[in-house]
């Protein structure tokens, strides 16, 4: 009997040292952008852990969106494994892309980015995560805008004027 709790300290202790010290921080988490428009998030994946964490997928989940469209760009630009007391560098993580004016209501939404992996090539734990948030919002127009507007409709009047005067 004290062989079997010795195994199972033994195993609780081995699993307790290979847990990963994984931080995921995003340089921008709370974007805004209007419809049509693309976020970039981009953040550093931190190892502070003492053993080597191979990263093998994510999860990335934006809520209450009817019409974003999400590019996850994990396979693309993360590394395969962050070294003991180092990190991946700044990378781009994801795109989340504003797509449909009349069905995203003007609000923030909120969403998580979550990278898994563990300290073997097969493993599957939820090493981090990291709240984010894309705040829809209008397109208000440049200034030039109601300035070129103006000169079109006051030269489009006087255009009117002088044919009705030549007629």
Request: aromatic share 8%; glycine share 8%; net charge negative.
């Amino acid at each position: 009997m004290k062989t079997f709790i010795d195994l199972i300290a033994l195993t609780a202790l081995a699993v307790a040292a290979a847990q990963a010290d994984i931080n995921i921080t995003l340089d921008n988490a709370a974007q805004s952008g209007v419809p049509g428009s693309t976020l970039q998030f981009f953040g550093t994946i931190t190892n502070t852990g003492s053993d080597t964490v191979f990263l093998n997928s994510d999860s990335l989940n934006l809520a209450g969106g009817s019409d974003f469209t999400t590019n996850d760009l994990f396979f693309t630009n993360v590394p395969v494994l962050v070294a003991a007391n180092s990190s991946s560098g700044d990378i781009e993580l994801f795109d989340a892309t504003v797509s449909n004016p009349f069905a995203d209501t003007l609000t923030t939404y909120n969403g998580t980015y979550t990278v898994i992996g563990g300290v073997d090539g097969g493993a599957q734990d939820v090493l981090a995560e990291a709240a984010f948030s894309v705040n829809v919002t209008n397109a208000t127009p440049e200034p030039g805008y109601f300035a070129l507007l103006g000169i079109g409709l006051a030269l489009m009047t006087w255009l009117h004027r002088r044919r009705a005067q030549n007629q």
